[in-house]
Nanobody, 123 residues
Framework: QVQLVESGGGLVQTGGSLRLSCSASGRTLSGYNVGWFRQAPGKEREFVATISWNGGSANHADSVKGRFTISRDDAKNTVYLQMNRLKPEDTAVYYC????????????????WGQGTQVTVSS
């Protein structure tokens, strides 16, 4: 099973920015759909953003649209989540996931997951 690795989380003030990175240990992200999901304490895991295997299409949750941007650099084997104008409600553990199946916003459609990176936004 492929292990994905997220990085870039941390503590930031409201209105600040962070850039999360997702890479695959010993494997490639090239050719795979990649998604970002998040889970806050006591809440279900929710979709944040996803990018298609060739980078031609991207989809962002309504709650982050206009503030977050997903992108990929296959030469660096990395997918990014640029997060701007952060809000306290964005506080969660952020996970990236990889899928070789049909492009989807559903977490069940992804096969390989990382351990997550904590993002905390202070008010």
């Amino acid at each position: 099973q492929v292990q994905l690795v997220e990085s870039g989380g941390g503590l930031v003030q409201t209105g600040g920015s962070l850039r999360l990175s997702c890479s695959a240990s010993g494997r490639t992200l090239s050719g795979y759909n990649v998604g970002w999901f998040r889970q806050a304490p006591g809440k279900e895991r929710e979709f944040v953003a996803t990018i298609s295997w060739n980078g031609g299409s991207a989809n962002h949750a309504d709650s982050v649209k206009g503030r977050f941007t997903i992108s990929r650099d296959d030469a660096k084997n990395t997918v990014y989540l640029q997060m701007n104008r952060l809000k306290p409600e964005d506080t969660a553990v952020y996970y990236c996931a990889r899928s070789g199946r049909a492009w989807t916003t559903m977490a069940s459609g992804y096969d390989d997951w990382g351990q997550g990176t904590q993002v905390t936004v202070s008010s």
